[in-house]
């Protein structure tokens, strides 16, 4: 009798965790979601305002910039909503394709590329432009969150050897995109590959000796490329004094620092700006946040940079409460590029670091790069949809 006691006993605990980790296909985290949103909002308000006068002058037609980047957004969140409705296990299997097509793209975009202030990065296809270092950066992401999760037992050695054959992989990896990256040269993508790769090989238990070791190893090799680069070494010295060169290649950085300061804690104004007006260059684009400041000052910025904290640590949380650990990596991996990608827009804006091609997500002109955005944004919901039912609604 107590054996048959216990065997029910076993049964019902069985049946208990099964519940306990049954997956929810909806709804998707609420949140998250309507961050996502007001963010695009926001950023579509300040690309009206930043590109008002920069489309009059380059189109002819004030609302050129708004126009194409909302048409943009409206398709990007119907993207979105769409990816959030797979199951985010599909991604597992598309990893490895996607990262063919990134390589590829970056090899194609060397021989056809269009040439922009001394760097090929883009693809032009008529009615569009695509960058293929962002196809990269996500496609990364997914190939490193399906290998990592298939033989998490690889990047635990302690010992020399298993350690080194547990990594080698996901280094060539990384050696391989960064050095396509470095021929165009876009060094700022290569910051950002190198950081998600190391944040995602440290959450798949990576030991902390090869995370030193590795990390030392992509720092001295950027240091090499910048000092034998002198379209590095360039932007190295007009980021310690742009003042040298104002009138050329400091002059962006130096009426960004004046949009900046003459914000003040409270700004001009929505749509006061004075140095979108011809002075600061292309204000809708990897500077629209200056134009942030100097409308909206300080306590606006701040605002915004509020809810781009609050974005991510929701992204985090749901990649902590994933069901499994491919979606804890591949929620964990996007967030972590969204994270580095706005720290090191507003870096380049106050001149925190030298100026690089990073742009600010949700508020700079890209139709290609905001629906690329978008579909990680779904990636992130596809997961959320799926967590554990005692998890739903945290």
């Given at each position: 009798?107590?054996?048959?006691?216990?065997?029910?006993?076993k049964?019902?605990?069985?049946?208990?965790k099964?519940?306990?980790?049954?997956?929810?296909?909806?709804?998707?985290?609420l949140?998250?979601?309507?961050?996502?949103?007001?963010?695009?909002?926001?950023?579509?308000?300040?690309?009206?305002?930043?590109?008002?006068?920069?489309g009059?002058?380059?189109?002819?037609?004030?609302?050129?910039?708004?126009?194409?980047?909302?048409?943009f957004?409206?398709?990007?969140?119907?993207?979105?909503?769409?990816?959030?409705?797979?199951d985010?296990?599909?991604?597992r299997?598309f990893?490895?394709?996607?990262?063919v097509?990134?390589?590829?793209?970056?090899?194609?975009?060397?021989?056809?590329?269009?040439?922009?202030?001394?760097a090929?990065?883009?693809i032009?296809?008529?009615?569009?432009?695509i960058?293929?270092?962002?196809?990269?950066?996500?496609?990364?992401?997914?190939?490193?969150?399906?290998?990592?999760?298939?033989?998490?037992?690889?990047?635990?050695?302690?010992?020399?050897?298993?350690?080194?054959?547990?990594?080698?992989?996901?280094?060539?990896?990384?050696?391989?995109?960064a050095?396509?990256?470095?021929m165009?040269?876009?060094?700022?993508?290569?910051?950002?590959?190198?950081?998600?790769?190391?944040?995602?090989?440290?959450?798949?238990?990576?030991?902390?000796?090869?995370?030193?070791?590795?990390?030392?190893?992509?720092?001295?090799a950027?240091?090499v490329?910048?000092?034998?680069?002198?379209?590095a070494?360039?932007?190295i010295?007009?980021?310690?004094?742009?003042w040298?060169?104002?009138?050329?290649?400091?002059?962006?950085?130096?009426?960004?620092?004046?949009?900046?300061?003459?914000g003040?804690?409270?700004?001009?104004?929505?749509?006061?700006?004075?140095?979108?007006?011809?002075?600061?260059?292309?204000?809708?684009?990897?500077?629209?946040?200056?134009?942030?400041?100097?409308?909206?000052?300080?306590?606006?910025?701040?605002?915004?940079?509020?809810?781009?904290?609050?974005?991510?640590?929701?992204g985090?949380?749901?990649?902590?409460?994933?069901?499994?650990r491919?979606?804890?990596?591949?929620?964990?991996?996007?967030?972590?590029?969204l994270?580095?990608?706005?720290?090191?827009?507003?870096?380049?804006?106050?001149?925190?670091?030298?100026?690089?091609?990073?742009?600010?997500?949700?508020?700079?002109?890209g139709?290609?790069?905001?629906?690329?955005?978008?579909?990680?944004?779904?990636?992130?919901?596809?997961?959320?949809?799926?967590?554990?039912?005692?998890?739903?609604?945290?």
């Open positions: 009798m107590s054996k048959m006691n216990e065997q029910t006993e049964v019902n605990i069985e049946a208990a099964r519940e306990m980790n049954r997956t929810v296909k909806s709804p998707m985290d949140p998250f979601a309507l961050l996502v949103i007001l963010l695009g909002g926001i950023g579509l308000v300040m690309m009206f305002s930043a590109g008002y006068s920069w009059a002058i380059k189109t002819g037609n004030p609302a050129f910039f708004v126009t194409r980047q909302g048409i957004l409206l398709m990007g969140i119907a993207v979105m909503l769409i990816i959030s409705r797979f985010y296990h599909y991604f299997a990893s490895m394709p996607a990262m097509i990134a390589v590829i793209l970056l090899v194609v975009v060397l021989f056809v590329g269009s040439a922009d202030k001394g090929i990065r883009w032009n296809f008529g009615i569009f432009n960058q293929p270092s962002e196809i990269a950066k996500i496609a990364v992401i997914m190939l490193f969150a399906a290998m990592i999760s298939a033989r998490p037992e690889r990047l635990s050695q302690k010992k020399l050897l298993p350690a080194l054959v547990g990594i080698g992989p996901y280094i060539c990896i990384l050696v391989l995109i050095g396509l990256m470095a165009q040269p876009h060094f700022s993508g290569i910051i950002l590959i190198l950081s998600v790769g190391a944040v995602m090989l440290f959450m798949g238990g990576l030991a902390y000796r090869w995370i030193a070791i590795v990390g030392a190893a992509g720092v001295g950027m240091t490329m910048i000092t034998a680069t002198d379209y070494s360039n932007r010295a007009l980021w310690r004094d742009p040298i060169d104002p009138q050329e290649g400091g002059y962006q950085i130096i009426q960004s620092l004046y949009a900046v300061a003459s003040g804690w409270f700004g001009l104004g929505l749509g006061q700006s004075r140095q979108k007006y011809s002075y600061l260059p292309e204000p809708h684009n990897d500077f629209v946040y200056a134009i942030v400041v100097e409308e909206l000052g300080v306590v606006g910025a701040m605002i915004v940079l509020f809810l781009f904290m609050l974005l991510i640590i929701r985090f949380w749901i990649a902590l409460h994933a069901r499994d491919f979606g804890t990596l591949l929620v964990s991996g996007v967030t972590t590029l994270a580095i990608q706005v720290f090191l827009n507003v870096a380049v804006v106050t001149n925190l670091i030298p100026v690089t091609g990073i742009s600010m997500p949700f508020f700079s002109y139709g290609s790069s905001l629906l690329i955005l978008m579909a990680e944004m779904g990636i992130i919901l596809s997961v959320s949809r799926r967590l554990p039912a005692y998890r739903q609604g945290g």
